[in-house]
Structure formats: structure tokens, C-alpha cells
């Protein structure tokens, strides 16, 4: 299994980003991915989830201002950033659980994260 995200970049405050994670080797529409970041000096955090059926959750934080979105015909999910704050600046992760019901057993894998920063 294989996640690469791209999309970060350097922006000002109140600027937009998109952020992709794309997926390899799983069942992609099955599994429930996330969006994770980490701040220096800080613990990585969630910042939205979107189950396979598409409902969504977000961080206080990301509320109204992020959305999480997902294409399975492409094996991606995107988050959408808008109204950037400077504690924003994260390095951000994809995550994808994969959760196999036939023996019950569960994996998470991540991608290498991208970073976001602001400029200001």
C-alpha cells in the first residue's frame, strides 16, 4: 500500500491550498482515510476523516474552513484549505485505515506528508 500527498506549498494567511493523497495498492473505496498534521514542537493531530460512505468529520479547527473530499475512481482523497491561519503551518499526512471484517484485523498506513507553511 502506498499513499503519496502533494499540494502543500507555501501561502499567505487567508490564501487556499488542495491538498491530494493518492493511493495505491488497497481497496480504496473500502477504507476510511484521514487527513493528519503536526506542528513543530506539537503532536500530530486529526484534521478531517471521510468514511466509505462518505460522511465526514472535522477538528474544531477545521470547521468551515477545510473540507475533506474523496474520489474513488482515482484512489484519492482531497483537503480542501481555505481562510489559511498561521497556525496552520503543518506538515500534513494522509492516512488511510484499512479494516478487513473476514478476520476482523485493522492497518494504518501513511503517506510522507507534505508541508504546508505561511509565509507571512
Known amino acids: 500500500v502506498q499513499l503519496a500527498e502533494s499540494g502543500g506549498g507555501l501561502v499567505q494567511p487567508g490564501g487556499s491550498l488542495r491538498l491530494s493523497c493518492v493511493t495505491s495498492g488497497s481497496i480504496f473505496s473500502a477504507n476510511v482515510m484521514a487527513w493528519y498534521r503536526q506542528a513543530p514542537g506539537k503532536e500530530r493531530e486529526l484534521v478531517a476523516q471521510i468514511t466509505s460512505d462518505g460522511n465526514t468529520n472535522y477538528s474544531d479547527s477545521a470547521k468551515g474552513r477545510f473540507a475533506i473530499s474523496r474520489d474513488n475512481a482515482k484512489a484519492t482523497v482531497y483537503l480542501q484549505m481555505d481562510r489559511l491561519k498561521p497556525e496552520d503551518t503543518a506538515v500534513y499526512y494522509c492516512?488511510?485505515?484499512?479494516?478487513?471484517?473476514?478476520?476482523?484485523?485493522?492497518?494504518?498506513?501513511w503517506g510522507q506528508g507534505t508541508q504546508v507553511t505561511d509565509s507571512s
Open positions: 492516512k488511510m485505515h484499512e479494516y478487513w471484517p473476514s478476520n476482523r484485523e485493522s492497518f494504518d498506513y
